[in-house]
């Protein structure tokens, strides 16, 4: 049975302030440099997604997933691939479709439940690549897609695929589009909407026709935005229904690999749904921690081995279990 008590992750004072962590780790974190290559993956449907690899000639590697309007050269993202380089993992950081600062052909977007996306760079590594071990890792949205396909392949997922981790990871959509339409989370909203927008602005000529352009930039909160745009062109009947049917919660007591889920209590992010003890408490590949501290993607104030807590904890994770 996992063990889900013991977390010691102990930060400074200034970082036992959620947002503080969340934002400081985020803006003023510096990842010393490491080799990589951008490679362009064609997609199926005419799309594409660009990878950012770092090879350092070993047979394992882990791919990792970005968070909503994120990109592969995030801090988290290059300190995460950093941690595994150094317990003897190539890295794979991918750019989700329209992330790696070049829109992408489509008005389809990611969002989170793209597992199909994560199917395509699986295909992609077991086709050219020699690995003999993958972990598959994501952050917030990123997180929440990888913990979906973990739980909706269970028994056929590829036995190459070791592990599977989920950081920040709102598995339960619904709860996180209200929590973060709260005051507190005011700053956060207007960033991604922001964000948002501009994409819409620049595929105006592709919207469908049933979408409003003025409506669209308009929108205030991920109700109103998920349920005008994300849900319409990625075929869901509505906000409720999108978060409904991507929410990685209903398959995590189907994961049939060892499986990581760390989310911080004070992150502002996440809603009480979010925080899946019981499952944890009565299945055997399916792990829980959850800390105190840490904000959302935080996880700063106590680095352990040049690594944040978190990346400390990742890799012993996976240290333990390939």
Excluded at 23 to 41: E, G, K, M, N, Q
Excluded at 47 to 75: K, N, T, W
Excluded at 96 to 106: I, K
Excluded at 246 to 270: E, M, R, W, Y
Aim: proline share 4%; charged share 20%.
């Amino acid at each position: 049975m996992p063990n889900i008590q013991e977390v010691d992750f102990r930060p400074s004072l200034l970082h036992r302030f959620a947002h503080f962590n969340t934002i400081s780790t985020a803006l003023f974190r510096r990842v010393p440099s490491f080799d990589s290559i951008r490679h362009r993956l064609e997609l199926a449907d005419g799309d594409f997604m660009d990878l950012d690899c770092s090879y350092q000639q070993h047979d394992r590697v882990v791919i990792i997933l970005h968070g909503l309007e994120g990109a592969a050269d995030r801090p988290y993202m290059r300190g995460m691939a950093r941690a595994f380089h150094q317990i003897g993992f190539d890295s794979i950081r991918v750019n989700l479709r329209g992330c790696s600062g070049e829109p992408n052909r489509m008005l389809k977007t990611y969002h989170s439940g793209s597992t199909e996306d994560l199917q395509s760079v699986i295909d992609y590594v077991l086709q050219s690549m020699s690995y003999k071990e993958i972990v598959i890792l994501g952050f917030s949205l990123g997180g929440n897609i990888v913990l979906k396909y973990t739980g909706d392949h269970a028994d056929q997922i590829h036995p190459r695929i070791k592990v599977a981790i989920g950081v920040s990871a709102p598995v339960d959509l619904t709860s996180c589009a209200i929590q973060i339409g709260e005051p507190r989370n005011l700053i956060y909203m207007r960033r991604f909407l922001h964000n948002l927008r501009e994409k819409v602005r620049l595929k105006k000529d592709m919207l469908l026709a049933d979408m409003d352009y003025d409506q669209l930039l308009s929108a205030r909160n991920f109700q109103e935005f998920d349920h005008w745009f994300t849900a319409k062109v990625n075929g869901f009947d509505s906000a409720t229904h999108y978060w409904e049917t991507c929410s990685s919660l209903p398959g995590l007591s189907k994961v049939n690999i060892p499986t990581l889920l760390l989310s911080a209590q004070d992150d502002s992010f996440l809603g009480d749904a979010c925080y899946p003890y019981a499952i944890a408490e009565h299945h055997p590949n399916f792990y829980f921690l959850a800390p105190k501290y840490g904000g959302h993607v935080g996880f700063s104030g106590d680095n352990r081995n040049g690594m944040l807590w978190s990346e400390h904890q990742v890799t012993k994770f996976v240290s333990k279990h390939i």
